[in-house]
């Protein structure tokens, strides 16, 4: 059998519905609808999964929802041995967080996505862009080492004592809070990390969404006379807004989940909500990996297993959000994203 | 480019995963032999048949654990029974031994009469150590710094922010101590090192220490760490920072103690002689059944005030009686036999004595249908 | 919208400063775009850098051959324990989750196509590849470790299949909606099954991308840690047989991530070395395998 070029676009979906709904000939075949049948089972199976995930989740931590109610969610603290299960100082750290990595990882994804597109030759676009679609590859566990060791000390011993000299470190946000304890293990360092994470992700989306551009509209603008900047502000951007957007919600969703490096780099400070990026805190995710071996009670690792099905809700809404602008994407674009 | 019909390249790579399945059931197959810190063990050894292929798994504290690794993996030289020991803070051993997931649980906070008889389990000590008090300053030298409890307790109460506190110096004259902020770190998890270290701060210093005793508390500030591994590696990371953890965990890593007052107002620093000291007070026959001790700032000129016992915590109605018993023959060992890997780890050893009575008051109430397990 | 002006609307001097800011923007853009892209690279480079020099110190034949030590005073054990433990673990989870999620991937491209069922599988696929792998794990826990109250590698594996599942279906369904509709024309033209011109024509000619996809499926969970905290949890010890207590479906397995999680807490020089040295070798195998498969069977297409 010869190859074929994977790059051809595929025919839309009409002729190729028609050309096989058609039955075929005389000879019983078994193996069609055996092999129909098995997947679509394959199939579902991925649908039932997710059900019986969310299932369980809300299965296990029901003792806590009826016993706690909504009284986790507008709690601080958590801190089973007080009887206390609040939420929030969890749900704040992971806001916090995912904020800072995003306001690292998105304007550098964007202006890495803008160097490979416009501003180099396309075989150092395509060896630059594969080398950052494989760090995406690298398990976060290994970031959070990296994390530990090399960036911790660095942040306490030299970033955020230089922040605060300066007239940076009395902005609210910044200004340390109770908690604070050097800024090392903090929200900050969790943030930093988390940012080269999502890296990849939004700057190898962003990177294809801008390549989508018509170069007749991009020359149009050149034509004109207008600079690289400006085609790429006033044209491009504009053109692959929803797609930015939808990456921007894919990393965000990475985010927000993450565990690992978190765990390392946050701080576990579960009792109060953090003041500043500065201080220490906590994330969902990172809170159930540390308290989860040692739930006790019943309604110990329900009220744990609940803030997990909190975190699934979360995350759930982001990616349909997600993948609702990509869609828009594929709409506009007439292709996929 | 036009591919040849006989591609080799999926070839290429199957065989390449083949290669590392095969390494792998390797691997499995040479199972058995290695006890785990013997030289070079054979990678290909599909005949060989193991001494015992039993395993006893065992969760909690973080406390012993350096130690009952150790005796786990001198045990499987000589018996060829194994330890699975996983440090998770002794929360997270108390709650492994409900569930039944381990073979024995491992606590520093041990569990008070009515506890065991509502969880329906038994308890019984170990091994006695020490909590010592770590720190990050450059220029400090290990078994220098002096700290009193109530200085300690305002540290983590918060109330004392700076090395150079007024109230530090005037315990440590001509130690160079910077202006910086005193960083401090904690326990994240359920901890039985902070229910000994809670406990010695509210007996030592109740005016001062008012955040509680147990293994979790609500501290007023400080960063956490999982286990006293990672109050350690925290305590090693950030410069300028105080942490609690045992004592093997600092000596072994050569990592900044300091001295403390005790109860009779001495100067004394963290040594098996100072923990075995405090030990001594422990009145064990009076303890029975739950053998429930608490050992800190107790009396004596040599006596660390923060020493802790810590105790192993098993099913009272135990399913399998050959597994039961497997596990008490490991304990049963390290009261005998395991007396010098504990020193030499500065843990104290429990006295024949203790053992004697552990095992003919304690262990016998561990039955299988009503059939006593020990002895 | 700003044309250069050719005519003589606004003032010499104005019509200058204009065209002299548009390009005073665009050169500090173009400068900020190469101090971000290198920042970025640079960032990343040293992270890769970092872990090389600090894992290829514990590189050697004990390292890769013996089990890890349980003594906090040893200088020797290696990983070989936990390496073998990853791959068995995630080599199952394979085995469930590979044919499962290809066939399932096949019934989106092939049957399903744009009808509801399919596009809602679809989404779900989608989301599902979202959710956080702790979720997972504690899914897994709910699942097979509590009620029978035991720890498995089993149940580690179950975890990392739920994540591997709809990776393969969604990449499976990516690459068969390449293959150009005339294959499957000419296939059945000829009067073959519909199975056998799926399977014999379609993917075969996609074969290259299938097994891209797997195996970068397999690849990524294999760097996973939190699937595999309180499922498959860790041992020092070699997996012995199926069951029983150190036995796959029995009690906890050794595994690669979760020692290197557990070494690299804790204080001790020698274990953090050894832990630098595991992920060393995560590193090594990912992008090892990322750029192996891209070599074989990628020509010219980015992803």
């Known amino acids: ?337 | ?375 | 919208m700003s044309a250069v002006p050719e005519s003589t609307s606004p003032p010499a001097h104005l019509r200058r400063r204009s065209i002299g800011r548009r390009k005073a923007t665009d050169l500090t853009v173009k400068i900020f775009s190469w101090i971000g892209a290198w920042f970025g690279i640079i960032a990343m480079g040293f992270l890769v850098y970092e872990v090389v020099i600090r894992g290829a110190v514990a590189w050697n034949w004990a390292f890769f051959t013996q089990s890890t030590p349980q003594d906090v005073t040893s200088t020797q054990g290696g990983f070989a324990n936990a390496i073998v433990g990853t791959i068995v673990i995630t080599g199952v989870a394979a085995l469930m989750a590979i044919p499962t999620g290809f066939l399932g991937g096949v019934y989106l491209a092939e049957f399903g196509r744009n009808g509801r069922v399919a596009t809602a599988v679809r989404m779900i696929a989608n989301v599902v590849m979202g959710v956080p792998s702790i979720i997972v794990g504690v899914f897994a826990f709910a699942v097979l470790v509590k009620p029978l109250q035991h720890y498995s590698g089993f149940a580690g594996s179950v975890a990392l299949a739920f994540i591997m599942l709809p990776v393969m279906a969604r990449t499976t369904e990516d690459i068969l909606n390449l293959v150009p509709n005339e294959l499957r024309e000419s296939g059945l033209a000829m009067g073959a099954a519909r199975w056998k011109v799926t399977l014999g024509v379609i993917c075969k000619a996609a074969r290259g991308g299938l097994i891209t996809g797997a195996t970068l499926a397999i690849v990524r969970v294999a760097g996973e840690t939190a699937p595999l905290l309180f499922t498959a949890l860790s041992s020092p010890y070699w997996m012995t047989g199926l069951f029983g207590p150190s036995g796959f479906f029995g009690g906890p397995v050794a595994n690669l991530t979760k020692t290197i999680y557990d070494f690299s807490a804790s204080p001790y020089p020698h274990f953090q070395t050894l832990a630098w040295g595991g992920a060393l070798l995560i590193i090594v195998a990912v992008l090892g395998m990322n750029i192996l498969v891209r070599l074989l069977f990628q020509r010219g297409k980015e992803w």
């Open chain 1, 1 to 337: 059998m010869s190859t074929v070029d994977l790059e051809v676009a595929p025919s839309p979906s009409g002729p190729r519905g028609a050309a096989i709904a058609a039955p075929r000939g005389h000879k019983l075949r078994l193996g069609d609808p055996l092999f129909r049948v098995l997947a679509t089972v394959c199939g579902i199976t991925v649908a039932v999964a997710m059900f019986g995930l969310a299932g369980v989740l809300v299965y296990n931590s029901w003792p806590a929802i009826t016993t706690l109610g909504t009284k986790m969610l507008t709690t601080v603290a958590w801190s089973p041995t007080q009887g206390e299960y609040g939420a929030l100082a969890a749900l704040a750290g992971t806001a916090l967080s995912t904020i800072v990595a995003m306001v690292i990882a998105v304007p550098l994804a964007l202006v890495i996505a803008l160097l490979l597109v416009e501003l180099v030759h396309p075989a150092v676009s395509r060896v630059v862009g594969t080398a950052i679609e494989m760090l995406a590859a690298i398990p976060s566990i290994v970031y959070g080492m990296v994390g530990l060791f090399v960036i911790v000390p660095y942040i306490q011993d030299h970033l955020v004592p230089w922040v605060l000299s300066t007239p940076l470190g009395n902005v609210p946000g910044i200004k340390p809070g109770l908690q604070f304890q050097g800024g090392g293990l903090s929200i900050f360092t969790a943030g930093v990390v988390l940012a080269f994470m999502v890296l990849p992700f939004i700057t190898a989306v962003s990177r294809d969404v801008l390549k989508m551009v018509p170069q007749v509209t991009k020359e149009a603008g050149y034509g004109m006379g207008s600079t690289t900047w400006e085609v790429m502000h006033k044209i491009s951007m504009r053109y692959a807004n929803s797609g930015i957007v939808g990456a921007v919600f894919i990393g965000l969703g990475r985010a927000l989940g993450e565990t690992m490096a978190v765990a390392y780099l946050i701080g576990s400070v579960y009792t109060d909500l953090p003041r500043s990026i500065f201080d220490p805190g906590t994330s969902i995710a990172s809170l159930i990996a540390n308290q989860f071996s040692e739930a006790t009670r019943t309604l110990d690792l329900s009220a744990l297993i609940a803030l997990g099905l909190i975190l699934f809700l979360i995350t759930v809404l982001f990616q349909i959000l997600a993948q609702a602008w990509l869609r828009r994407v594929q709409r506009a674009t007439g292709g996929r994203a």
């Open chain 2, 1 to 375: 480019m036009k591919k040849s019909a006989r591609s080799w390249r999926p070839m290429l790579l199957v065989a390449i995963l083949l290669v590392v399945a095969a390494v792998a059931v390797a691997g499995c197959g040479s199972s058995s032999s290695s006890s785990t810190s013997s030289p070079a063990p054979s990678i290909s050894g599909f005949t060989q048949v193991p001494m015992s292929s039993d395993t006893i798994l065992g969760a909690g504290a973080s406390f012993p654990a350096p130690l009952y690794m150790k005796w786990g993996s001198d045990y499987a030289g000589t018996s060829g029974v194994k330890l699975n020991y996983q440090s998770i803070g002794s929360g997270g051993g108390i709650s492994a031994i409900e569930a039944k997931t381990v073979d024995f649980g491992a606590s520093d906070a041990p569990l008070k009469e009515s506890d065991l008889t509502a969880k329906g389990l038994v308890q019984f000590p170990m091994v006695v150590g020490g909590v010592v008090i770590v720190v990050h300053l450059d220029g400090v030298a290990d078994g220098q710094l002096k700290l009193t409890p109530d200085v300690l307790a305002s540290i983590y109460m918060g109330k004392t922010t700076t090395w150079n506190d007024a109230s530090i110096t005037k315990l440590n004259p001509g130690v160079k101590l910077p202006a910086t902020k005193i960083n401090v770190v904690h326990r994240s998890d359920g901890s039985g090192t902070t229910w000994i270290f809670t406990h010695y701060l509210t007996d030592a210093a109740g005016s001062i220490w008012t955040a509680g005793a147990d293994k979790e508390i609500p501290w007023p500030l400080g960063v956490g760490g999982k286990g006293s591994e990672g109050v350690a590696t925290s305590v090693q990371q950030l410069s300028g920072s105080i942490g609690y953890v045992e004592y093997a965990y600092a000596k072994q890593t050569g990592m900044t103690t300091t001295q403390l007052q005790n109860k009779d107002g001495a100067w004394v620093k963290p040594s098996i002689a100072s923990f075995a000291s405090a030990a001594s007070h422990a009145d064990w026959k009076a303890s029975l059944p739950s053998m429930y001790m608490v050992l800190v700032n107790q009396p004596g000129q040599d006596t660390w005030p923060i020493t802790g016992a810590s105790f192993i915590l098993m099913q009272k109605d135990q399913a399998d009686a050959t597994r039961a018993k497997t596990t008490l023959d490991f304990f049963a060992w390290g009261y005998t036999s395991g007396a010098a890997a504990a020193t030499a780890l500065d843990y104290v050893p429990i006295p024949a004595n203790v053992y004697d009575l552990v095992q003919k008051q304690v262990w016998p109430t561990m039955t299988v249908s009503g059939t006593p397990v020990w002895p």
